[in-house]
């Protein structure tokens, strides 16, 4: 322990604005008082609850007297109760608009200042929270959209974080009180539906001995994936080794930089040996070093939308372009799978699956609902990521959703695909909410310079992520693209696959067959050549 506590004395002799902002009140007390604040008036928010206190529980002041949302839906496992009071929410106060997120969340949008208190009670009537998914906090802990129900499942994860959320949520000692945000994920299946490697801590199915459990991988986030720790831990085991990893984070993250102050910093700072000691030596768990990891297979949707599943059941595809969805939705999809006797999954590429019996699968289909979002049931939408953009982000440096729907619609139109993946993130700025770093053709946000010289919206292309069987970031092969010129490059890019993939070979696949052994001026001039 002894790098770990020299590592905190260097970094420790000054500390950032948030952290002076957390000396000014608590959370707890902020959010019981939060009536009268509401009550008070938009215009005398206080500077630290608008910046801080109201963020640890998912209330994100938009400087215009409206305020984001930020749902935590548990493994995005969405019951029909609380679907559709998310629904008349969003009708009755955020302009019936809703954003589903990477992290398997919903966020509701243009709420008024003096309703934030009438919708949290709302949400917690019916066992909804919005606590600690926001600033320094642990956001929602993800898994498989088709977690206990796949047929490649080992360990059924949703028990599990049922165990780790009771460790932290809406525990005050827990609330505000890490040096930066802490997102969590746990695999239990040979299929990586959920970004496995992009989070601080992963919990990634392994096999030890013939026993079933878990790889633990620490240190992802934007632009850097989560290293092996090279332990195994039983299922029984992770409630403990979970509260070790944050334990030591609390103590020992650094407080000065903010951007450099996530997790990944302190391991890099003692070294992963050093982090791992720690572990063992603050977990009550006997621990054992790292197994063979169970990842085998690529997360891939059939042609008619529907993912197989075990006890003659599938989950149904609702694509829902760039995440943008409404209440009223919301609300006819929930009604939609109660009348199937279902139940709905938030997927990681901001969309949803109605989980049904097989002969349920036709009559879902058959619906106003299904079919409104059936055209987006294409290979440009079904994997697609995108973050918000300048709407609603005031990092956002292009619009993003818009230029990400318009782009899947126009190589729609212009190479159409049949039997393909293709998995086509946007982030609207170099923050990388929208995941680029890992797809197949990744987008970053950025001003760029058209034919005439004059500012325009731009992208930087970056290609070759890998996270169906390994954690690779992809490299930026065009940089500052002006967004009119971006389609026709991505459209070469795509005749490139459609005419030299493999049988139905997805684009990861594709890349690493042709493409990762190019140079970038290689791939450029392949790129450029072709017609």
Same mark, same amino acid.
């Given at each position: 322990?002894?790098?770990l506590?020299?590592?905190?004395?260097?970094?420790?002799?000054?500390?950032?604005?948030?952290?002076?902002?957390?000396?000014?009140?608590?959370?707890?007390?902020?959010?019981?008082?939060?009536?009268?604040?509401?009550?008070?008036?938009?215009?005398?928010?206080?500077?630290?609850?608008?910046?801080?206190?109201?963020?640890?529980?998912?209330?994100?002041?938009?400087?215009?007297?409206?305020?984001?949302?930020?749902?935590?839906?548990?493994?995005?496992?969405?019951?029909?109760?609380?679907?559709?009071?998310?629904g008349?929410?969003?009708?009755?106060?955020?302009?019936?608009?809703?954003?589903?997120?990477?992290?398997?969340?919903?966020?509701?949008?243009?709420?008024?200042?003096?309703?934030?208190?009438?919708?949290?009670?709302?949400?917690?009537?019916?066992?909804?929270?919005?606590?600690?998914?926001?600033?320094?906090?642990?956001?929602?802990?993800?898994?498989?959209?088709?977690?206990?129900?796949?047929?490649?499942?080992?360990?059924?994860?949703?028990?599990?974080?049922?165990?780790?959320?009771?460790?932290?949520l809406?525990?005050?000692?827990?609330?505000?009180?890490?040096?930066?945000?802490?997102?969590?994920?746990?695999?239990?299946?040979?299929?990586?539906?959920?970004?496995?490697?992009?989070?601080?801590?992963?919990?990634?199915?392994?096999?030890?001995?013939?026993?079933?459990?878990?790889?633990?991988?620490?240190?992802?986030?934007?632009?850097?994936q989560?290293?092996?720790?090279?332990?195994?831990?039983?299922?029984?085991?992770?409630?403990?080794?979970?509260?070790?990893?944050?334990?030591?984070?609390?103590?020992?993250?650094?407080?000065?930089?903010?951007?450099?102050?996530?997790?990944?910093?302190?391991?890099?700072?003692?070294?992963?040996?050093?982090?791992?000691?720690?572990?063992?030596q603050?977990?009550?768990?006997?621990?054992?070093?790292?197994?063979?990891?169970?990842?085998?297979?690529?997360?891939?949707?059939?042609?008619?939308?529907?993912?197989?599943l075990?006890?003659?059941?599938?989950?149904? +595809?609702?694509?829902?372009? #760039?995440?943008?969805?409404?209440? @009223?939705?919301? /609300? =006819?999809s929930?009604?939609?799978?109660? $009348? !199937?006797?279902?139940?709905?999954?938030?997927?990681?590429?901001?969309?949803?699956?109605?989980?049904?019996?097989?002969?349920?699968?036709?009559?879902?289909?058959?619906?106003?609902?299904?079919?409104?979002?059936?055209?987006?049931?294409?290979?440009?939408?079904?994997?697609?990521?995108a973050?918000?953009?300048?709407?609603?982000?005031?990092?956002?440096?292009?619009?993003?959703?818009?230029?990400?729907?318009?782009?899947?619609?126009?190589?729609?139109?212009?190479?159409?695909?049949?039997?393909?993946?293709?998995?086509?993130?946007?982030?609207?700025?170099?923050?990388?909410c929208?995941?680029?770093?890992?797809?197949?053709?990744?987008?970053?946000?950025?001003?760029?310079?058209?034919?005439?010289g004059?500012?325009?919206?731009?992208?930087?292309?970056? +290609?070759?992520?890998?996270? #169906?069987?390994?954690?690779?970031? @992809?490299?930026? /092969? =065009?940089?500052?693209?002006?967004?009119? $010129? !971006?389609?026709?490059?991505?459209?070469?890019?795509?005749?490139?696959?459609?005419?030299?993939?493999?049988?139905?070979?997805?684009?990861?696949?594709?890349?690493?067959?042709?493409?990762?052994?190019?140079?970038?001026?290689?791939?450029?001039?392949?790129?450029?050549?072709?017609?």
């Amino acid at each position: 322990m002894k790098k770990l506590h020299e590592a905190y004395q260097e970094r420790s002799k000054k500390i950032n604005k948030i952290e002076q902002l957390k000396e000014l009140n608590t959370p707890k007390a902020v959010y019981d008082n939060l009536q009268a604040i509401c009550a008070a008036g938009y215009e005398n928010l206080k500077d630290e609850d608008s910046k801080y206190f109201l963020k640890c529980f998912g209330l994100f002041d938009k400087n215009d007297g409206t305020f984001m949302i930020r749902v935590r839906i548990a493994g995005g496992q969405l019951s029909i109760e609380k679907a559709l009071v998310i629904g008349e929410i969003s009708k009755e106060y955020g302009n019936d608009y809703i954003d589903i997120t990477t992290r398997q969340q919903i966020e509701l949008r243009y709420i008024k200042f003096e309703n934030l208190h009438k919708v949290l009670t709302k949400l917690d009537a019916v066992g909804i929270t919005t606590f600690q998914t926001g600033i320094d906090n642990f956001r929602n802990i993800v898994t498989s959209s088709f977690d206990g129900l796949s047929s490649d499942s080992f360990v059924e994860c949703m028990p599990i974080i049922e165990e780790l959320q009771g460790v932290f949520l809406h525990k005050e000692e827990w609330t505000g009180v890490l040096p930066r945000k802490f997102n969590a994920a746990i695999l239990g299946s040979a299929t990586n539906d959920c970004n496995i490697f992009g989070h601080d801590c992963c919990f990634i199915a392994a096999k030890k001995d013939e026993e079933l459990g878990f790889n633990l991988y620490l240190g992802g986030r934007v632009g850097m994936q989560a290293e092996d720790i090279n332990l195994f831990i039983k299922p029984e085991e992770v409630k403990e080794v979970f509260l070790a990893v944050i334990s030591l984070f609390k103590e020992f993250g650094f407080r000065d930089n903010r951007n450099k102050n996530r997790l990944h910093f302190l391991i890099e700072a003692v070294g992963m040996d050093v982090f791992r000691d720690a572990i063992i030596q603050v977990s009550k768990a006997t621990l054992q070093s790292g197994g063979e990891l169970l990842l085998s297979n690529e997360h891939k949707i059939n042609q008619d939308g529907c993912v197989e599943l075990l006890d003659d059941k599938s989950a149904v +595809l609702f694509s829902i372009p #760039s995440g943008i969805f409404c209440g @009223s939705d919301l /609300i =006819y999809s929930a009604e939609c799978t109660k $009348e !199937a006797e279902g139940e709905l999954r938030l997927s990681i590429e901001q969309s949803f699956y109605m989980v049904c019996k097989n002969e349920k699968i036709e009559q879902i289909k058959a619906t106003p609902i299904y079919k409104k979002y059936e055209k987006y049931q294409n290979p440009y939408f079904v994997h697609q990521i995108a973050c918000a953009g300048t709407a609603t982000c005031s990092f956002g440096v292009i619009p993003n959703k818009p230029d990400a729907v318009e782009m899947a619609e126009f190589l729609h139109k212009e190479v159409p695909l049949t039997n393909a993946k293709v998995r086509m993130y946007w982030s609207a700025c170099p923050k990388g909410c929208g995941i680029h770093g890992i797809a197949d053709i990744g987008f970053e946000g950025c001003k760029a310079k058209d034919e005439d010289g004059n500012t325009c919206y731009g992208v930087h292309i970056l +290609l070759g992520g890998k996270a #169906s069987y390994e954690a690779k970031e @992809s490299r930026v /092969i =065009y940089k500052s693209i002006p967004l009119i $010129e !971006a389609k026709y490059i991505v459209k070469k890019i795509m005749l490139m696959y459609k005419n030299e993939r493999q049988s139905a070979e997805s684009f990861e696949i594709y890349e690493s067959r042709v493409l990762s052994m190019l140079n970038n001026d290689e791939v450029i001039k392949k790129i450029e050549n072709y017609h």
